[in-house]
């Protein structure tokens, strides 16, 4: 179940940053001997698609910090983002890493599974931070759409080393995930009770 757990993590970390994951993958690949990619993503690791995704990061990272600009990248993230999920998913569930040691044991068949399956959980994760994001800045004037950015690059990091290294410590974050759901599902429904109210109130005067 190691991989799994090191898929899930990486497919969660490209629902908030499509290019860490990736990156990930391949600066390790490369440059370590904490992971070893499989023949088919051994490109992963390949000089040129590391400086591409490096300078794709550095485009989405200015994006995202920037109020209604975030807004627009969101929007051409819903495609990229499940893509990047369902490639990060099927290489780390299929790789050879510090803790998993023979991952080709529970993919050995139905190799679409692994992707799909990073597919949706990357869609997920989009889908709440594409939701929350404009709570964000609605509530800040904007001023916290670059804190809040920093903070999800930051944990997607955390996320897709943790997925390689000590991929048991995902289900902590995937914890966490559930409890920011009910939280923002809890206080959305508070927020649209108090508009509510505020109107009839308005209404009656």
């Not at 698609?49 to 990272?61: D, P, S």
């Not at 200015?62 to 109020?67: F, G, I, L, R, S």
């Amino acid at each position: 179940m190691l991989e799994v757990l090191t898929g899930t993590g990486l497919a969660a970390s490209a629902g908030l940053n499509a290019y860490i994951p990736l990156l990930t993958l391949g600066l390790l690949a490369r440059y370590s001997d904490l992971i070893d990619l499989p023949s088919g993503w051994a490109w992963l690791g390949n000089g040129w698609v590391i400086v591409i995704l490096a300078v794709l990061l550095a485009v989405e990272m200015v994006a995202d910090k920037v109020p209604v600009v975030d807004h627009i990248n969101d929007v051409v993230q819903t495609v990229v983002r499940p893509t990047a999920g369902g490639l990060a998913f099927g290489a780390g569930s299929s790789s050879e890493t510090v803790t998993v040691s023979d991952p080709g044991s529970f993919f050995s068949s139905h190799q679409w599974v692994p992707v799909a399956t990073g597919v949706a959980l990357a869609f997920g994760v989009h889908l709440l931070k594409s939701a929350a994001r404009p709570v964000v800045n609605a509530t800040t004037a904007g001023f916290g759409a670059p804190v809040a950015s920093t903070a999800e690059d930051a944990t997607s990091v955390i996320v897709s080393l943790v997925a390689i290294i000590l991929p048991v410590l995902v289900l902590a974050f995937l914890l966490g995930l559930v409890f920011f759901v009910f939280w923002f599902v809890r206080r959305r429904s508070e927020r649209r009770r108090e508009r509510e109210a505020a109107r009839a109130a308005g209404f009656r005067v």
